[in-house]
């Protein structure tokens, strides 16, 4: 295992209090995954006084839970959100760190289904439910992958985007439960997202993947916190500054039935990850392409080594199988 960005950053942050390197105001960590470089980024532009740090968990690492406890503690204002278990040494989750850090103020990792319904993951049952991937990372369309599984062609698996379909599997009808279930996060972690998602929802699609938000929704979410703590907290014209690492991942498209019927813009895009430093401009596909390219990510697995549970129900309730068949053209092909 390589060192990781979190181990780098424990190491340096030590560095710095040997040196006695210290801002003129508070030094503030921000500990999480993905999210946590907009929330890090924004404060650091929104307090100039403070030094910011980021503890990224993205990757294992070698740091265990006491180790990021005890250089959590040498600063003024700590900043968690939630994590997964399988990133920190001896297999911490954020519910670990809780229990070991004596200060820290939480905050959800926010999560927005609406705008990519048809989004799964699919895991591996013989290999403790690892998670599959493909070009788009973890991400996987249920549709593609219930086409896969039933025996459809690419042809067959590019006749069931469309707004019928969409409709048929309930694809319209989730964002009540997204919105009630995102503000009730917020409100549980003491963040009153309310009036913000008012304004994300205006400026269209805010989320890249059901947990992948734009800038400026990181932005609000870093105001909120640093008012908490007195510190400074804008307004400032965040877009000016503002710098998206989050899109230079995997990007789920919102499909144009789906984007439309919110009053946003959409497309069949789909886009890889794209960090490295390198010539390479990045990896798209459109909607006929992706749907090769997870054909052939599937079909490098054996059955039993592939599923996910709304693909699962669709092929055992018949009613839904020989629905989407149809919508496929199963029928007219055989």
Not at 315 to 328: A, H, I, S, V, Y
């Amino acid at each position: 295992m390589l060192v990781s960005s979190l181990d780098r950053q424990v190491i340096g942050s030590w560095r710095k209090r040997a040196l006695k390197r210290r801002a003129s105001g508070p030094r503030i960590a921000v500990v999480g995954p993905c999210q946590s470089f907009g929330v890090a980024y924004a404060m650091r532009l929104l307090d100039l006084e403070a030094q910011i740090d980021r503890f990224s968990i993205v990757s294992k690492s070698w740091t265990d839970t006491k180790a990021l406890a005890r250089t959590l503690e040498t600063y003024d204002y700590v900043f968690c959100q939630d994590f997964a278990p399988g990133y920190i040494r001896g297999g911490g989750s954020s519910e670990t760190l809780r229990n070991e850090l004596r200060k820290g103020i939480w905050f959800p990792l926010l999560i927005f289904a609406a705008y990519h319904p048809d989004l799964i993951l699919i895991y591996n049952p013989t290999q403790r439910n690892r998670l599959i991937h493909c070009g788009t990372g973890p991400y996987h369309s249920a549709l593609v992958f219930f086409a896969y599984r039933a025996g459809l062609s690419v042809e067959a698996a590019l006749r069931l985007f469309r707004r019928e379909v969409f409709e048929a599997v309930g694809y319209f009808d989730v964002w009540q439960g997204s919105a009630t279930a995102m503000l009730e996060q917020g409100r549980q972690y003491g963040l009153d997202l309310g009036a913000d998602f008012v304004r994300w929802t205006r400026r269209g699609c805010f989320m890249y993947s059901v947990n992948h938000p734009k800038p400026y929704v990181m932005y609000d979410v870093a105001r909120m916190l640093l008012r908490r703590v007195g510190r400074p907290s804008g307004p400032i014209e965040f877009d000016t500054y503002a710098v998206d690492d989050i899109v230079r991942g995997y990007i789920f498209p919102v499909y144009p039935e789906i984007a439309e019927s919110y009053g946003a813009s959409g497309s069949y895009i789909f886009k890889a990850s794209h960090y490295r430093l390198s010539k390479d401009l990045g990896q798209f596909w459109d909607l006929p392409g992706y749907i090769e390219h997870c054909y052939g990510v599937y079909g490098r697995h054996r059955p039993e080594q592939l599923a996910d549970y709304r693909v699962q129900y669709w092929l055992k309730d018949e009613t839904t199988t020989e629905l989407l068949r149809d919508f496929g053209g199963a029928k007219q092909a055989s």
